[in-house]
């Protein structure tokens, strides 16, 4: 149901493997929670990659099944909320969607929560929610207009339409949109670009970016430097603040330590 693989010893590729449209059911998010949290605890892995098998789903989002049959949708999430990541808040790696085929609910709600999105040309997205009387409440409604321009999210969550990837690439959400065949080597090629960055640095910033997104500048400014950000913290008391200028001068590649 999850298949978890580690390339080029320190990226994880994450596989939603649910035939026929991997939707998500209890087990597959405590499966993906398992997963997220290997990610994190594990300082040897620097990138995540989360995708789904076969080639029309990424995923259809939550079993609409297991909500008719009366099971808790609330239920033993883990640590990190629905689906493992979207309310992991202590996670200061990136994790990458590798989207090959359709997005819809709670799989669109997962690509929301990633950082980086590649996809296929060939993508649709949805939030479908209030045509089943629900609502996106594993992240659609929160990060869709924060993501989105905010009238595209409420169309989006109002009306449960399809967008295609072409149209989310054009506004903003989509960093690499290529074709089917293609979104696993370009997902493996961002992550190997973050790669060869120092990790010290890279957490830091997505530190500071979570931290400080919804702030003033000026507000940014003081909470960034005051002391309570520990990934900010350890870049700068890292070696690599000096690697990376030596290694630049003297026309080298860096020895990232950290």
């Known amino acids: 149901m999850i298949g978890v ?133 594993g992240g659609g409604v929160i990060r869709a207009p924060r993501r989105l321009p905010p009238a595209l999210a409420m169309d989006l969550l109002l009306t449960g339409r399809f967008a295609s990837a072409e149209d989310l690439h054009r506004h903003g959400l989509i960093n690499r949109l290529v074709p089917a065949p293609e979104v696993m080597a370009a997902a493996l090629d961002l992550a190997r670009m973050i790669r060869a960055a120092a990790p010290t640095a890279v957490a830091a910033t997505m530190e500071i970016v979570q931290r400080t997104s919804h702030l003033s500048v000026r507000d940014a400014y003081a909470t960034m430097r005051g002391g309570d950000m520990p990934a900010y913290a350890r870049m700068r008391a890292s070696p690599n603040r000096v690697e990376g200028p030596r290694a630049f001068t003297e026309k080298r590649p860096p020895r990232w330590t950290g």
Not at 36 to 43: G, K, L
Not at 58 to 87: N, Q
Not at 116 to 135: D, N
Request: include cysteine; proline fraction near 3%; aromatic fraction near 8%.
């Open 5 to 137: 693989e580690v390339v080029e010893d320190d990226i994880l590729v994450i596989t939603m493997d649910r035939p026929p449209a991997n939707a998500i059911d209890q087990a597959m998010s405590e499966g993906l929670d398992a997963a997220f949290s290997r990610f994190e605890a594990d300082d040897a892995l620097r990138v995540c990659i989360v995708t789904g098998g076969g080639e029309r789903f990424f995923s259809a989002g939550w079993d609409l099944k297991e909500v008719a049959a009366g099971h808790g949708d609330e239920d033993g999430f883990g640590s990190g909320g629905y689906m493992g990541l979207t309310e992991r808040w202590s996670l200061v790696k990136p994790v990458i969607a590798a989207v090959n085929g359709i997005a819809a609910g709670g799989g669109f709600e997962l690509v929301l929560a990633c950082d980086l999105v590649v996809a296929s040309t060939e993508a649709r997205f949805a939030l479908p929610e209030v045509r089943h009387g629900l609502v996106a409440e």
